[in-house]
């Protein structure tokens, strides 16, 4: 877990800058993010000035007192014109408790653009937010839903930036590429498809090949 008073997050705590801003992409952040103060998110705490985030996902437990998201706290982007803020096609699932200003994916926003994003209602215990799209762990553990919103995303291939498991939210196609894939050669079809899906991977278009020459 992390722990702290204020500004707090599960990946960074505050990013922004009236120069230098910050950017993330293609990561996540898994961790219980625990504080006494305000701006707490199970991602990103505090997110103002030329900051971006795509692709990113959190799973922590988020407490504080005010301003507590269960991916951002809160979005404030410093009122340029030239320092906008956003976060798009992320997700989060834990839950956030707070005193007041407290949402399933953001706790308070005043100005930074969330764009296809998502945060689970049922595993948060939150119906509302200040950003995102609230959608049940059915919902939120079907494929349609993200293809719908326009992510790269599939359950078959590794090369898009979202990957889908079996009955699981997506991850990030990254992360699948250490996991070893069953070898089915030689395996009947009902055992091959046992060995797939035991394996975490979807089953996609079956192929059949023949050959008609006599040994």
């Given at each position: 877990?992390?722990?702290?008073?204020s500004?707090?997050?599960?990946?960074?705590?505050?990013?922004?800058?009236?120069?230098?801003?910050?950017?993330?992409?293609?990561s996540?952040?898994?961790?219980?993010?625990?504080?006494?103060?305000?701006?707490?998110?199970g991602?990103?705490?505090?997110?103002?000035?030329?900051?971006?985030?795509?692709r990113?996902?959190?799973?922590?437990?988020?407490?504080?007192?005010?301003?507590?998201?269960?991916?951002l706290?809160?979005g404030?982007?410093?009122?340029?014109w030239?320092?906008?803020?956003?976060?798009y096609?992320?997700?989060?699932?834990?839950?956030?408790?707070?005193?007041?200003n407290v949402?399933?994916?953001?706790?308070?926003?005043?100005?930074?653009?969330?764009?296809n994003?998502?945060?689970?209602?049922?595993?948060?215990?939150?119906?509302t937010?200040?950003?995102?799209?609230?959608?049940?762990?059915?919902?939120?553990?079907?494929?349609?839903?993200?293809?719908?919103?326009?992510w790269?995303?599939?359950?078959?291939?590794?090369?898009?930036?979202?990957?889908?498991?079996?009955?699981?939210?997506?991850?990030?196609?990254?992360?699948?590429?250490?996991?070893?894939?069953?070898?089915?050669?030689?395996?009947?079809?009902?055992?091959?498809m046992?060995?797939?899906?035991?394996?975490?991977?979807?089953?996609?278009?079956?192929?059949y090949?023949?050959?008609?020459?006599?040994?």
């Open positions: 877990p992390v722990f702290g008073v500004y707090i997050g599960g990946f960074v705590g505050f990013c922004g800058g009236d120069y230098t801003g910050g950017s993330s992409s293609d996540y952040a898994l961790g219980d993010v625990q504080a006494t103060g305000d701006n707490v998110g991602f990103v705490g505090y997110f103002t000035s030329k900051c971006s985030i795509s990113a996902y959190a799973k922590g437990q988020v407490s504080g007192r005010n301003y507590i998201g269960g991916f706290g809160n404030s982007p410093c009122g340029s030239w320092c906008g803020i956003s976060i096609e992320s997700y989060s699932t834990g839950s956030a408790i707070g005193s007041s949402g399933g994916f953001c706790g308070i926003n005043s100005g930074c653009t969330i764009s994003c998502f945060w689970d209602k049922d595993t948060s215990l939150l119906t937010s200040a950003g995102g799209t609230g959608k049940t762990t059915v919902q939120m553990t079907d494929i349609d839903t993200y293809v719908d919103a326009g790269r995303i599939s359950a078959d291939v590794l090369w898009y930036y979202w990957y889908m498991p079996v009955n699981d939210y997506p991850r990030l196609s990254w992360e699948m590429n250490g996991q070893k894939i069953p070898n089915v050669v030689g395996l009947m079809q009902p055992e091959a046992t060995a797939i899906t035991d394996a975490n991977f979807t089953i996609g278009r079956i192929l090949q023949y050959n008609n020459q006599l040994p």
